[in-house]
């Protein structure tokens, strides 16, 4: 699957523009546990897939012959299924696709627009970015006929993301979903345990947990990932106050409109606290509750499948890490469950991340590669030549596609009308604090024990002062 990592977002100074880039806010395929020589799951080949040509008839009749830069930070083995999608493209149109991935792609993107040398499309891990890149004044308007695709097969969420003052710049491409627990439904059913719905039902579980199984702990948790320790941390805040607070809270306090040290984000932290840091809930199959700290967010959930665990918070991408033989599905040795909601008045929410089409030339040979992006037609031939561990927030995507029980319950959500998404925040956030001083803060919080009210006041005076 493709996974970025929020240890890659850096904070640029090329030429003058100075760019905090963040990706999505999941893991690179080495730290997501999958085999860089056969990527995390087996698709199908769509080489020979017949698209409907006509739909390119829009774009003019000069396309054939012509050429495309695609660049992104997308690389092997994860690049195939991209590019095997593009021969259906190339045999309608006879453009050729030349694709560029290169793990350089946060230092090299914002170097070649400002030397005129922009790529014709990127593919941008977050709408930062994305508004970073419009401010430079290079990237196109999407053209109407994706405009039109967005508007037909994405929620307001995800077009909202991929505009810049009300003027729609970039079709979403892929999509993940962060907010599951994971747990075994072999062991729930032999237990007689019921997935929780609410955030009451699941406390009230993990207490049942603690009196049934005196020797082992109902949670299993790691934050640990080399220099971006403690990023797993902030996906737990995050889904509190989000669940908790609702999308106009989160929405505020992503934008600085609110403080980091509100209290209502006390109070969040406070809550993620009631699990993370309670010695009776932690840490399943490691030790105490600073353990956690220093246990790698990919061993965090393994206990769970050797009977020291129970229940592990983590995205859609976890799949790739359970060891090889483990079933994952409803029924089977691991599966997962949305994170419930806090209440009633935040709604139906899901956190996740996701790229976006950016173009930076409007050549009808490149606007014909954009608009195929964006349709329902290619999220399906790229679902079925990834496998498991891509999907996307098209509506038009077909969950028979997607081979992974989990990618499917993830695209239900995205899908649902009722449900409401928000980007990583952390992501959105200045590097300075959502790839710095939350890290720092929240892994002294479960390693030291510092309080919630000093780690607050100590990510909020990172915020830049402008």
């Given at each position: 699957?493709?996974?970025?990592?929020?240890?890659?977002?850096?904070?640029?100074?090329?030429?003058?523009?100075?760019?905090?880039?963040?990706?999505?806010?999941?893991a690179t395929a080495e730290e997501a546990g999958v085999d860089e020589g056969t990527g995390a799951g087996t698709g199908t080949d769509v080489t020979g897939a017949e698209i409907d040509c006509s739909q390119f008839d829009q774009f003019g009749d000069s396309l054939d012959g012509t050429e495309v830069e695609v660049y992104t930070s997308i690389v092997t083995p994860e690049d195939q299924p991209f590019k095997d999608t593009?021969?259906?493209?190339?045999?309608?149109?006879?453009?050729?696709?030349?694709?560029?991935?290169?793990?350089?792609?946060?230092?090299?993107?914002?170097?070649?627009?400002?030397?005129?040398?922009?790529?014709?499309?990127?593919?941008?891990?977050?709408?930062?970015?994305?508004?970073?890149?419009?401010?430079?004044?290079?990237?196109?308007?999407?053209?109407?006929?994706?405009?039109?695709?967005?508007?037909?097969?994405?929620?307001?969420?995800?077009?909202?993301?991929?505009?810049?003052?009300?003027?729609?710049?970039?079709?979403?491409?892929?999509?993940?979903?962060?907010?599951?627990?994971?747990?075994?439904?072999?062991?729930?059913?032999?237990?007689?345990?019921?997935?929780?719905?609410?955030?009451?039902?699941?406390?009230?579980?993990?207490?049942?947990?603690?009196?049934?199984?005196?020797?082992?702990?109902?949670?299993?948790?790691?934050?640990?990932?080399?220099?971006?320790?403690?990023?797993?941390?902030?996906?737990?805040?995050?889904?509190?106050?989000?669940?908790?607070?609702?999308?106009?809270?989160?929405?505020?306090?992503?934008?600085?409109?609110?403080?980091?040290?509100?209290?209502?984000?006390?109070?969040?932290?406070?809550?993620?606290?009631?699990?993370?840091?309670?010695?009776?809930?932690?840490?399943?199959?490691?030790?105490?509750?600073?353990?956690?700290?220093?246990?790698?967010?990919?061993?965090?959930?393994?206990?769970?499948?050797?009977?020291?665990?129970?229940?592990?918070?983590?995205?859609?991408?976890?799949?790739?890490?359970?060891?090889?033989?483990?079933?994952?599905?409803?029924?089977?040795?691991?599966?997962?469950?949305?994170?419930?909601?806090?209440?009633?008045?935040?709604?139906?929410?899901?956190?996740?991340g996701g790229e976006f089409v950016a173009a930076f030339a409007d050549r009808p040979e490149v606007q014909a590669l954009q608009y195929y992006l964006s349709t329902p037609e290619w999220a399906n031939l790229k679902a079925q030549a990834t496998g498991p561990g891509w999907l996307s927030a098209n509506t038009g995507l077909e969950l028979d596609n997607l081979t992974s029980p989990i990618d499917q319950l993830a695209a239900?959500?995205?899908?649902?009308?009722?449900?409401?998404?928000?980007?990583?925040?952390?992501?959105?956030?200045?590097?300075?604090?959502?790839?710095?001083?939350?890290?720092?803060?929240?892994?002294?919080?479960?390693?030291?024990?510092?309080?919630?009210?000093?780690?607050?006041?100590?990510?909020?005076?990172?915020?830049?002062?402008?």
């Amino acid at each position: 699957m493709t996974v970025l990592t929020r240890a890659r977002r850096l904070a640029l100074l090329a030429g003058g523009l100075g760019l905090a880039l963040a990706a999505s806010g999941c893991a690179t395929a080495e730290e997501a546990g999958v085999d860089e020589g056969t990527g995390a799951g087996t698709g199908t080949d769509v080489t020979g897939a017949e698209i409907d040509c006509s739909q390119f008839d829009q774009f003019g009749d000069s396309l054939d012959g012509t050429e495309v830069e695609v660049y992104t930070s997308i690389v092997t083995p994860e690049d195939q299924p991209f590019k095997d999608t593009f021969e259906p493209f190339t045999e309608c149109t006879g453009i050729t696709v030349n694709y560029n991935g290169t793990k350089q792609f946060e230092a090299q993107l914002p170097v070649r627009v400002q030397s005129g040398n922009a790529p014709d499309i990127a593919f941008l891990p977050q709408p930062g970015l994305l508004e970073q890149m419009v401010s430079t004044g290079e990237v196109a308007a999407a053209p109407e006929a994706v405009a039109q695709n967005v508007e037909e097969h994405f929620s307001e969420d995800w077009r909202d993301y991929g505009s810049v003052d009300g003027t729609l710049y970039a079709a979403p491409l892929g999509a993940n979903v962060k907010s599951f627990v994971w747990y075994s439904p072999s062991a729930f059913e032999e237990a007689g345990y019921e997935v929780p719905q609410t955030w009451d039902e699941l406390i009230a579980l993990t207490d049942q947990i603690v009196q049934d199984n005196p020797d082992t702990k109902p949670w299993c948790a790691g934050i640990g990932s080399g220099e971006a320790t403690g990023w797993p941390a902030t996906d737990w805040l995050e889904d509190v106050v989000l669940h908790e607070l609702g999308p106009e809270v989160y929405d505020q306090w992503i934008a600085h409109e609110i403080p980091f040290n509100d209290p209502r984000i006390v109070a969040a932290l406070d809550r993620v606290g009631s699990i993370l840091r309670n010695p009776d809930y932690v840490n399943g199959g490691f030790g105490d509750v600073a353990s956690i700290a220093t246990t790698t967010f990919q061993d965090a959930g393994i206990p769970i499948t050797q009977g020291n665990c129970w229940l592990h918070r983590q995205a859609s991408f976890y799949q790739a890490n359970w060891p090889e033989g483990t079933e994952v599905a409803e029924d089977g040795d691991v599966f997962a469950f949305p994170f419930p909601q806090i209440g009633e008045s935040a709604g139906k929410t899901v956190v996740g991340g996701g790229e976006f089409v950016a173009a930076f030339a409007d050549r009808p040979e490149v606007q014909a590669l954009q608009y195929y992006l964006s349709t329902p037609e290619w999220a399906n031939l790229k679902a079925q030549a990834t496998g498991p561990g891509w999907l996307s927030a098209n509506t038009g995507l077909e969950l028979d596609n997607l081979t992974s029980p989990i990618d499917q319950l993830a695209a239900e959500q995205l899908q649902d009308e009722s449900v409401t998404f928000r980007f990583d925040a952390s992501d959105l956030m200045p590097a300075a604090v959502g790839a710095a001083a939350e890290w720092r803060e929240l892994t002294a919080w479960i390693a030291a024990g510092q309080d919630t009210q000093t780690t607050l006041d100590n990510i909020e005076a990172a915020w830049p002062a402008s």
